[in-house]
């Protein structure tokens, strides 16, 4: 089991969490992720921790693929690298329509079909055994769309990928972790209970079978974000969690059109699911906020007094063995809680 730790983005001022970011690299934390929304981008604060750690690895989770074409992607991924001796991953992430067109300014398209491709082109240019071309439903390269000069030429990448550099993926849907299991590295289930890897199972093994090559489990790092919270209160700290998880839930996306709804409709909880989105969608968030089931989030996080959530790591550990979880990405304001977390896993 690699352990991560979740910094997060940007309120309205920057504040990068160096000093924490230090202490988990001593405690052996493999990484640290960024991500970004409308706000802080996530390339910028990676870089900022690559440049004032030694050994940790920093991945994006997420950098918005909408946002950026998948050559700059591969260009920023591999100047990150050679910059941070190798210790950089790539996190990627359609993020949603209401994000994609109302801040990105540019159509949502076929989230899964972005994801493939875009992971494709970057492989291409990583490889660099030829000069680029491409030709799927979301990217031609050269262009040849509306607008286009014809001028466009075939390019090679003039900076050489000197070691592999790992491509993650942020996807929940059932096409969505398919496809994520045959182009990518690894994945991010933003929660995950490790008692019910099965709402994964299928679409991961379609996914690794059609890669081909002998992919595996082995191959394919799931790596859910925990948050683990210590206090003698299991229900307070519960309640330190119950806000992120009714955003999510309610509202990340409209009726209908809401990935983190349907999951947690597919661990079992669509009841709760339908009424935190009906209260969040109404302004009714605090109430939205108290419907979030205990089960649900004791079931996805670590809480309580240190005895309770070493028991309750114990899941995590059995599904560590069967490689249904490679990586648990930590999310914690608690210094003594990423010291536990070492202890347990590490």
Not at 43 to 55: E, F, Q
Not at 174 to 199: H, K, L, R, T, Y
Not at 315 to 327: H, P
């Amino acid at each position: 089991m690699k352990l991560g730790l979740i910094a997060g983005y940007s309120g309205k001022r920057i504040s990068i969490p160096i000093d924490t970011i230090k202490h988990a690299e001593t405690l052996g934390y493999d990484s640290v992720w960024t991500s970004e929304a409308y706000g802080s981008d996530a390339v910028t604060p990676a870089v900022w921790m690559l440049a004032n750690t030694t050994k940790i690895k920093v991945g994006t989770a997420i950098m918005q693929m909408p946002g950026r074409t998948p050559a700059l992607a591969a260009m920023t991924a591999m100047t990150v690298a050679q910059l941070s001796n190798n210790r950089f991953i790539v996190g990627l992430g359609a993020s949603g329509p209401q994000v994609v067109e109302g801040w990105h300014g540019v159509p949502y398209g076929k989230p899964v079909t972005r994801l493939k491709e875009y992971i494709q082109v970057m492989k291409q240019i990583f490889a660099r055994e030829s000069a680029l071309q491409f030709d799927g439903k979301e990217y031609q390269i050269p262009y040849r769309g509306p607008g286009t000069t014809n001028l466009g030429k075939p390019l090679k990448s003039i900076m050489v990928c000197e070691d592999k550099i790992p491509i993650y993926a942020a996807t929940l849907t059932p096409a969505g972790v398919q496809a994520a299991a045959e182009v990518a590295d690894g994945f991010f289930p933003i929660w995950m209970d490790p008692d019910q890897f099965s709402v994964f199972k299928d679409p991961i093994e379609k996914g690794l079978k059609a890669a081909g090559g002998g992919k595996s489990l082995a191959d394919f790092d799931v790596a859910p974000f925990v948050t683990v919270i210590i206090g003698d209160d299991v229900k307070q700290c519960m309640q330190m969690i119950r806000g992120n998880m009714a955003l999510y839930i309610g509202g990340m996306g409209a009726k209908g059109k809401n990935f983190y709804n349907d999951y947690a409709t597919r661990l079992g909880f669509g009841a709760a699911a339908e009424k935190i989105q009906d209260l969040f969608l109404s302004g009714k968030k605090d109430e939205a906020m108290a419907a979030v089931p205990e089960e649900l989030i004791d079931a996805c996080h670590l809480v309580g007094p240190a005895a309770r959530i070493k028991d309750r790591a114990q899941r995590w550990k059995a599904a560590a063995k069967k490689n249904q979880v490679g990586s648990m990405l930590i999310g914690s304001g608690q210094p003594k809680a990423l010291e536990l977390m070492a202890e347990i896993m590490l």
